[in-house]
């Protein structure tokens, strides 16, 4: 490694993250991962909000193994959502897609310029070179990003792809005929 590189590089900030490692430890005592493959068991590969009010395992049912969730801000499906079900679709056994944005989401209360303004007001960092890809209306950005995975040309002719809203609120799915 050059002198650059080593000036570079910082000790793990242990004190800040001591709640995490700590909840690894049990993690790794319980031995739940053991069996775990990189398979998707279910077949099935969410979009969604990187919201933390989120679970997605919970909101679907499934357990840990049983599903690939792919998260971003407002659940948009960007070249990187693509890349990732191009990989998961041939080598990690996934069929099935579903975008789940949700209600009361951050990127559909305010336009591009409304996000960029907070941040330089909060922070003083413009972000205007940013793309945040906020939505007035989360049904026509569903349609969209639905209609995006399934005319893909990289990806099975064969995957089935839906789209539903997750109420924030009630954990309701409403599914979306696209």
């Known amino acids: 490694m050059s002198l650059e590189r ?6 793990f900030p242990r004190d800040s993250f001591a709640d995490v490692l700590a909840a690894n430890e049990a993690y790794v005592a ?11 068991a279910k ?7 990187m919201d933390s009010r989120i679970d997605p395992l919970a909101v679907l049912g499934m357990s840990p193994g049983d599903v690939k969730i792919l998260r971003n801000a407002g659940a948009r499906v960007t070249d ?5 079900l191009v990989l998961a679709t041939y080598l990690l056994g996934v069929t099935r897609v579903l975008v789940m944005p949700h209600t009361d989401c951050k990127m559909a209360s305010g ?18 070179s ?3 890809r906020t939505v007035s209306d989360q049904r ?32 309701h799915l409403e599914p979306l005929d696209i």
């Open 30 to 40: 319980s031995d739940d991962h053991a069996t775990l493959t990189g398979w998707a």
């Open 130 to 132: 940013l793309e945040i």
């Open 80 to 84: 990187d959502v693509l890349r990732t």
């Open 43 to 49: 077949e099935l590969a969410v979009i969604t909000c």
């Open 111 to 128: 336009d591009e310029v409304d996000i960029h303004e907070a941040i330089l007001e909060r922070a003083g960092v413009d972000t205007r």
């Open 6 to 11: 080593t000036a570079d590089l910082q000790s």
């Open 140 to 171: 026509a950005a569903l349609i969209t990003d639905v209609t995006r995975v399934r005319s893909f040309p990289l990806l099975p002719a064969d995957l089935v792809v839906a789209g539903a809203l997750l109420n924030i609120r009630t954990g």
